[in-house]
């Protein structure tokens, strides 16, 4: 028997640390991003929105709204080792809210000028995730 759980947001809901956008990207680590984005267009519909060669980085819209695919190229990838980006508008203030939450941060905070700047973090089993800003609107 299948059950289905259901958390209904009511006045008296906790409000999160940070506001998080209506987005996720969803990283994947890869040998070689430009054939994996013609894999993943051929084989799921997935539209290629971008290559950053210098960046080592792909992005591709699966058929989900709001939710991308990301190709991080790697000379050795680690399949199963998925890592979901969430776009945030201000990533300081969203970094400095979960530290205060004594959320652990691996390194600092990277940026790619005029593209985006990331903050990978970890849950409290260990499992990487990652703040992430576009600046590619500033």
Not at 95 to 118: H, I, P, Y
């Amino acid at each position: 028997m299948k059950y289905s759980y259901y958390i209904f947001a009511t006045e008296d809901s906790v409000m999160s640390v940070v506001s998080l956008e209506n987005t996720i990207t969803l990283a994947l680590s890869v040998r070689d991003r430009h054939a994996s984005a013609q894999w993943y267009e051929k084989n799921l519909g997935f539209q290629l929105l971008m290559h950053i060669d210098e960046a080592g980085w792909s992005e591709m819209q699966t058929k989900t709204e709001g939710v991308t695919l990301g190709l991080g190229e790697q000379a050795e990838p680690a399949p199963g080792n998925m890592v979901p980006v969430f776009g945030v508008a201000d990533i300081a203030s969203a970094r400095a809210a979960l530290e205060k939450e004594n959320v652990k941060f691996d390194g600092e905070t990277e940026t790619v000028e005029g593209m985006v700047s990331t903050a990978t973090f970890y849950d409290p089993d260990g499992n990487a995730l990652m703040l992430a800003q576009d600046l590619t609107q500033q």
